[in-house]
């Protein structure tokens, strides 16, 4: 009776593990990340091709790196980078980019950045967190 007992907790607990996160609490994180693209490239004339295919980096980043933001923005913070890759075709130009976009807590998108580091991104999203 134990054992039978010990089981139904043990088959409960993996169920509600997989129901309450892991693989569907990302999701509101790539989507802010997909319309922030979509918004920063909103000519009707433009072509987006968008590739979200990595699970976000979460970490708790005070700041996130001034060099893509307006001059008149306020410092921000971040919960999470995501990693976007995208083509864009405008008339006969072709361009392919890696940026690491920045969402808040709040699952808003905050800001971007160039990904300098390309495969390596989940380091550089870590390297500007609260240590």
Known sequence: MRTIMRRSIALVSLASLFA??????S???????REYIRS????????????LD???EYATIPKIPRDQLAKSAPDRSAACGVRVRFTWRDENRTTHDDWVV????????VGWS???????????VRSFAKK
Do not use: F, M
């Open 40 to 51: 920063c490239y909103s000519n009707p004339a433009i072509t987006l091709d968008i590739t």
């Open 20 to 25: 309450v996160g892991c693989g569907t609490s």
């Open 27 to 33: 999701q509101p994180d790539t989507d802010a990340a």
């Open 102 to 109: 920045w969402v808040a807590s709040d699952h808003k998108a």
């Open 114 to 124: 160039s990904n300098p580091d390309r495969d390596k991104w989940r380091q550089y």
């Open 54 to 56: 990595e699970e976000p």
